[in-house]
Nanobody, 118 residues
Framework: QVQLVESGGGLVQPGGSLSLSCAGS????????MGWYRQAPGKQRELVAV???????NYADSVKGRFTISRDNAKNTIYLQMNSLKPEDTAVYYC????????????WGQGTQVTVSS
């Protein structure tokens, strides 16, 4: 049973910072890609950033230079440091892990709300 638990969301003013964490449990391996996605009201879920077990990263253009994803393989935990936040970053942020065990399985956390507003 794979579980992902996010924490760290909240309300922040424009230009501020927040840090998100996602703790995974279950049969997650370091080779599994983990990442963050977000969904704003009325919009589709979109990729924010992903990271491989080896530390390779990929970011959405909209967050490059502002957000940093990192990973602790020993703890099956990923982090998202968000700086210079903008109102358009407001969304529910979801943690994801892609596990390939013959076939692909996607697992999601319950989501954490990030609101950027003055």
């Amino acid at each position: 049973q794979v579980q992902l638990v996010e924490s760290g969301g909240g309300l922040v003013q424009p230009g501020g910072s927040l840090s998100l964490s996602c703790a995974g449990s279950g049969n997650i391996l370091s080779l599994d890609v983990m990442g963050w996605y977000r969904q704003a009201p009325g919009k589709q879920r979109e990729l924010v950033a992903v990271i491989s077990g080896g530390g390779s990263t990929n970011y959405a253009d909209s967050v490059k230079g502002r957000f940093t994803i990192s990973r602790d393989n020993a703890k099956n935990t990923i982090y998202l440091q968000m700086n210079s936040l903008k109102p358009e970053d407001t969304a529910v942020y979801y943690c994801n892990v892609v596990m390939v065990r013959g076939i692909r399985h996607d697992y999601w956390g319950q989501g954490t709300q990030v609101t950027v507003s003055s």
